[in-house]
Nanobody, 120 residues
Framework: QVQLVESGGGLVQAGGSLRLSCAAS????????MGWFRQAPGKERAFVAI????????YYADSVKGRFTISRDNVKNTVYLHMNSLKPEDTAVYYC?????????????WGQGTQVTVSS
């Protein structure tokens, strides 16, 4: 089973940018669809973006469409989340996740999360 480690979170002012990375262990990274999810204080974990195994298809939550970009490097076993025009409401713990399908319900392998805080 793949293991995931996120990095790149931090404190940023509104309007700023961050890039999150998620490094995966194992030699089967390209077998997994990958996703980013986030959990804000007092809220349930929510879908942010998904990328297919090849990287050819991507899906975004409406709240981040046009501001965030998910990408992957199957040689480096890493998935990225480029976040631009950040808003205070983007403040959350961000988790990457892996799945054998692109269905949200099938994402069952999770990293430990990385905190993103956007100040106004």
């Amino acid at each position: 089973q793949v293991q995931l480690v996120e990095s790149g979170g931090g404190l940023v002012q509104a309007g700023g940018s961050l890039r999150l990375s998620c490094a995966a262990s194992g030699r089967t990274f390209s077998s997994y669809a990958m996703g980013w999810f986030r959990q804000a204080p007092g809220k349930e974990r929510a879908f942010v973006a998904i990328i297919s195994r090849s990287g050819g298809s991507t899906y975004y939550a409406d709240s981040v469409k046009g501001r965030f970009t998910i990408s992957r490097d199957n040689v480096k076993n890493t998935v990225y989340l480029h976040m631009n025009s950040l808003k205070p409401e983007d403040t959350a713990v961000y988790y990457c996740a892996a799945s054998f399908t692109e269905m949200l319900r099938d994402f069952n392998t999770w990293g430990q999360g990385t905190q993103v805080t956007v100040s106004s």
